[in-house]
């Protein structure tokens, strides 16, 4: 198939950038659009032209590196998929592309499509660990009984990957369901108890500290982010953060 | 920081807060409602009622300077979170997909401004002349020239205009849509999203139609009956 892309292309983070036009014919529906996106710039390169700078690593929806907003929605028009594990059969011949950079404040752009998220690692460092000593008797983690349920909500929370796209989706460039799947993962646990109330204080405050906006409940960001993580998550990062306050 | 400081100016807090005074604020308009709708059952009993909201000192003094303060409140921190929120974004994107939210939750600044008009023109309306009739004339007596009690009459005579019908038709039309999202909303920041969420939702969604749906049927119902 046939396509028009409309690139956001941007030299450095001090160039003030610009969509730019590319028409790709000979689009197989099988490819992954980061394929497709390799195909362009192999042509891009043959041509002597600078290739689109693009995030990715894993290619297989588990690491959180890839981004891009496609047409409007991170991750693209499939849902709880990222945009690594987008397929290109997902679109029409004759349609036009918009792919643009995770847009925030918080996520500066570095170059073309790629955003520096090291916002979202400065939050981790603020509290989403636990502090283990390993003296060489610790105890082993699945010896500690846990409620089965409350087991099973801590993993899903734990499958956020970080990619950002909650951020993306947000129209206040929230970061609160990130924050709010770390912040819960432990928050679950036995293991988090001890450094519960730090936790939720100090990520709160790195998240605000960084720039990302306030969450208005939207619901923008469950319904984009590829891992489906919950809002039930934000109510229980406020819930946390009430509780540290209180 | 002191904790107070520290605790409201955080993202959740100052949105805690919202939802504190927006809770409030629901309170309030279910009382408004009730005592409006006495003047579409009984004259008479709407009467009493404004006269002993108007004239009760607790009300007077305690409950009216709370409201204003919480309704100010809602306002500054909802221009202030908006300013802070479009911030958090300069590049806006070429193409955005609305889709994955609802259009009351993306606008609730439009739906806010409009009830902001909205606002300036009741109090125009009736609490301008309450306030000049009461404190600055000094006639707490409720009645007409003619003796007869004053606020019925008060309330009919507003709503023969049918430019006011109309304004209020449109403010609470988005008052409702201002409510859709922003009642349940205020149970998510405060934290409650559990098997209890989705009653939730019904009951304030039938709230956020049913009490402007009630505004709006009185000011036609004076409009077409007088
Ligand atoms: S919550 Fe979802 S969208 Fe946000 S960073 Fe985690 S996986 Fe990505
Ligand atoms: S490249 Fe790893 S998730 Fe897409």
Redesign the interface.
């Known amino acids: 198939m046939k396509l028009t892309l409309k690139i956001w292309r941007q030299k450095n983070s001090e160039d003030k950038g610009k969509m730019v036009d590319y028409q790709l014919d000979d689009v197989s529906p099988d490819m992954s659009f980061l394929e497709m996106l390799d195909v362009l710039n192999d042509q891009l390169v043959g041509k002597g032209e600078e290739p689109v700078a693009f995030d990715h690593d894993c290619r297989e929806g588990i690491c959180g590196t890839c981004s891009l907003q496609i047409n409007g929605k991170p991750h693209g028009p499939d849902s709880l998929v990222t945009t690594c594990q987008l397929h290109m059969r997902k679109f029409n011949d004759g349609d036009t592309v918009y792919i643009e950079p995770f847009r925030a404040k918080a996520f500066p752009v570095v170059k073309d499509l790629i955003v520096d998220r090291s916002a979202f690692d400065r939050i981790q460092h603020a509290g989403g660990y636990i502090s283990v000593n390993t003296s060489g008797n610790t105890q082993d983690a699945n010896a500690i009984p846990i409620n089965k349920d409350d087991a099973d909500k801590a993993f899903d929370a734990a499958t956020c990957i970080g990619c950002g796209a909650c951020v993306a989706a947000c129209k206040n460039a929230s970061a609160m369901l990130f924050v709010s799947a770390k912040v819960s993962q432990f928050a679950l646990l036995p293991q988090g108890q001890v450094e519960r109330e730090r936790r939720a204080e100090n990520m709160v405050a790195q998240m605000d500290a960084e720039g990302f906006g306030a969450c208005t409940n939207t619901g923008a960001c469950e319904a984009e982010c590829p891992k489906g993580i919950s809002l039930t998550n934000i109510a229980r990062l406020n819930r946390e953060f009430l509780g540290a306050k209180l | 920081m002191s904790?107070f400081s520290d605790?409201f100016s955080?993202?959740?807090?100052?949105?805690?807060a919202m939802a504190l005074s927006a809770l409030f604020l629901v309170i309030f308009l279910l009382l408004h409602v009730a005592v409006n709708f006495l003047s579409v059952i009984s004259p008479d009993a709407f009467n009493e009622a404004s006269h002993f909201m108007g004239t009760n000192p607790l009300v007077q003094f305690l409950m009216q300077p709370i409201l204003i303060l919480a309704v100010v409140y809602h306002f500054v921190a909802g221009f202030a979170?908006e300013a802070?929120?479009r911030?958090?974004?300069?590049?806006?994107?070429?193409?955005?997909?609305n889709k994955?939210?609802?259009w009351m939750?993306?606008n609730?600044m439009i739906s806010g401004l409009v009830i902001l008009a909205f606002l300036v023109l009741h109090f125009m309306d009736f609490w301008v002349p309450e306030i000049t009739t009461k404190y600055i004339e000094g006639d707490m007596s409720g009645l007409t020239v003619a003796g007869d009690m004053r606020y019925y009459e008060e309330l009919v005579h507003r709503f023969q205009n049918p430019m006011r019908v109309v304004a209020y038709v449109v403010a609470f039309v988005l008052l409702a849509l201002h409510l859709l999202?922003g009642f349940q909303?205020s149970f998510?920041?405060?934290?409650?999203?559990?098997k209890f969420t989705p009653s939730i939702k019904k009951i304030t969604n039938a709230y956020a139609i049913v009490v402007p749906l009630v505004f709006i049927f009185i000011a036609i119902y004076h409009f077409i009956n007088h």
């Open positions: 904790w605790t955080s993202s959740i807090g100052r949105k805690i979170l802070s929120n911030a958090a974004r300069p590049v806006k994107y070429a193409m955005k997909s994955n939210a609802s939750s993306q609730m999202h909303s998510q920041t405060m934290g409650v999203n559990n």
